[in-house]
């Protein structure tokens, strides 16, 4: 696992943010722009200021530019703006195809607040921005991630939808590397994409969602040879529902192939974890 930290930029505290709107209507001159600092920091404020400030994730930044009768000294500035936090990414090269070098696969998180405004993540679009040919020192720093590294003999089964392929980059390129010099256990590596041998899932290119659980499902059979080959399970990717939803539809695809009960197959997937085949590195 890599750590990084960004450069340059200024983002809005979000706790306690009352605190920082009290601050700021100390400092404002203009009349209205003290009275709507101090309802936000006021407790009839707090949905409104919830609204306004973490709903939109604005940066402290965007708030001074909306009151800009706040003329803050620098002392007290510094002490609104929170220390930048690192960000984790995963490692997705081998350094038996790439001795020497660390390759990331980022991608750019941006989205629309309920304000309709369009926000950017502050350390992918930071990175998006870098010119390649240029050299620059950035602070990075390594930390084992939650996957270990899977023997040669040991069938696997990568499951990595959006930046969750990242991790499985590494895996796959260190196995083809591997086969060129020696017998490697199969690989079912189950991706998908926003937008359009492994199992690619695409989940925007037609009407209904195509996630990777259906390709998966596609593949339960081969899922299935696999597992009782003794194969690992691997999922990485967004925290949110996916590892959940990929968890059931393992269940689902162990009771078909083997005619057990649901209940059953859970406990097959409990008993795989307990014997540490089955990890999950998850991100939000
Ligand atoms: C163990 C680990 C491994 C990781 N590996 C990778 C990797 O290999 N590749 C990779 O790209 N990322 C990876 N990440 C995620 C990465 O660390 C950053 O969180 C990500 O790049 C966003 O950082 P940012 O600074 O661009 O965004 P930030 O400025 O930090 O903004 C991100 C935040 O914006 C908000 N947000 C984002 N999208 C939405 C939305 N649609 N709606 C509402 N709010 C939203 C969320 O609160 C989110 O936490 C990993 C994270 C962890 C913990
Ligand atoms: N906090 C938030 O609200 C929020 C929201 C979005 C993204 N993020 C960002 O998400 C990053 C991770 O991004 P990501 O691109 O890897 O993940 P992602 O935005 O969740 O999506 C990756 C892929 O998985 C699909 N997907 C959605 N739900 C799924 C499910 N239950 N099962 C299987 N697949 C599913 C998506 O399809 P569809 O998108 O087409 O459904 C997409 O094709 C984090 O770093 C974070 O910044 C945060």
């Known amino acids: 696992m890599l750590h990084l930290l960004p450069q340059g930029a200024i983002s809005s505290r979000q706790d306690?943010?009352?605190?920082?709107?009290?601050?700021?209507?100390?400092?404002?001159?203009?009349?209205?722009?003290?009275?709507?600092?101090?309802?936000?920091?006021?407790?009839?404020?707090?949905?409104?200021?919830?609204?306004?400030?973490?709903k939109e994730r604005r940066t402290v930044l965007e708030v001074l530019?909306?009151?800009?009768?706040?003329?803050?000294?620098?002392?007290w500035l510094v002490q609104l703006v929170p220390p930048l936090k690192n960000r984790a990414f995963s490692i997705s090269s081998t350094p038996l195809a790439h001795p020497n070098q660390v390759h990331l696969t980022v991608d750019v998180v941006s989205w629309t607040t309920p304000?309709?405004?369009?926000?950017?993540?502050?350390?992918?679009?930071?990175?998006?921005?870098?010119?390649?040919?240029?050299?620059?020192?950035?602070?990075?720093?390594?930390?084992?991630?939650?996957?270990?590294?899977?023997?040669?003999?040991?069938?696997?089964?990568?499951v990595g939808p959006g930046t969750g392929c990242a991790p499985f980059h590494g895996f796959v390129?260190?196995?083809?590397?591997?086969?060129?010099?020696?017998?490697?256990?199969?690989?079912?590596?189950?991706?998908?994409?926003?937008?359009?041998?492994?199992?690619?899932?695409?989940?925007?290119?037609?009407?209904?969602?195509?996630?990777?659980?259906?390709?998966?499902?596609?593949?339960?059979e081969r899922i299935w040879n696999l597992l009782c080959e003794g194969a690992a399970i691997y999922v990485a990717g967004s925290s949110r529902k996916m590892p959940a939803d990929v968890m059931v539809a393992f269940e689902e695809i162990i009771s078909k192939e083997s005619g057990a009960l649901r209940e059953s197959a859970a406990r097959w997937l409990r008993s795989l974890e307990k014997a540490s085949k089955y990890h999950v590195e998850a991100w939000s």
């Not at 530019?65 to 002392?75: H, I, N, T």
């Not at 309709?116 to 990175?127: A, F």
Request: hydrophobic share 35%; with cysteine.
């Open 16 to 54: 306690p943010v009352c605190f920082n709107f009290k601050v700021m209507s100390f400092f404002a001159t203009a009349e209205h722009e003290k009275e709507r600092l101090q309802y936000f920091a006021s407790p009839e404020g707090r949905d409104d200021l919830y609204q306004y400030n973490q």
């Open 65 to 75: 530019e909306d009151f800009p009768s706040v003329k803050m000294p620098f002392e």
């Open 115 to 158: 304000f309709k405004r369009k926000r950017r993540g502050l350390c992918s679009t930071w990175l998006a921005s870098l010119d390649p040919e240029q050299r620059i020192h950035i602070p990075v720093w390594f930390h084992k991630g939650l996957l270990p590294i899977p023997p040669t003999s040991l069938p696997l089964i990568l």
């Open 173 to 220: 390129k260190e196995r083809a590397v591997q086969s060129q010099s020696s017998t490697i256990a199969p690989t079912l590596f189950f991706f998908e994409a926003k937008g359009g041998a492994f199992y690619a899932a695409f989940s925007r290119d037609q009407p209904q969602k195509v996630y990777v659980q259906h390709k998966m499902r596609e593949q339960s």
